[in-house]
């Protein structure tokens, strides 16, 4: 069993930053990642760092803005978010991935989310 609890999320000014942190507890050996959900739309990929080599992905629209890194010491993830545009606005969440692992019974665990609104 995986628990994850989200943080740092709120109200900033286009141009503006934000941290989010994810506290994982449970086992480890997951990819790390963060989605978000905006009002009348899907949730959708954000960033990941992978477990084995900490290698990182991004969104396309997010790329050079957002930096998503790790503190195994502290099982935290975070989302650096710099440049904040209008469009950044969703309920961002933190996930834990195991798929292709041999002990993998379920494959995915989310937070239960944090507001992020940018305002123009």
């Known amino acids: 069993q995986v628990q994850l609890v989200e943080s740092g999320g709120g109200s900033v000014q286009a141009g503006g930053s934000l941290r989010l942190s994810c506290v994982r507890s449970?086992?480890?050996?997951?990819?790390m990642g963060w989605y978000r959900q905006a009002p009348g739309k899907e949730r959708e990929f954000v960033a990941r760092?992978?477990?084995?080599?900490?290698?990182?992905l991004y969104e396309d629209s997010v790329k050079g803005r957002f930096t998503i890194s790790r503190d195994g010491a502290k099982n935290t993830v975070y989302l650096q978010m710099n440049s904040l545009k209008p469009e950044d606005t969703a309920i961002y969440y933190c996930?834990?991935?195991?798929?292709?692992?041999?002990?993998?019974?379920?494959?995915?665990?989310w937070g239960q989310g944090t507001q992020v609104t940018v305002s123009s």
């Open positions: 760092i992978m477990w084995s080599g900490g290698r990182t």
């Open positions: 996930n834990a991935n195991c798929d292709g692992r041999f002990w993998c019974a379920k494959s995915d665990y």
């Open positions: 449970g086992r480890t050996g997951y990819d």
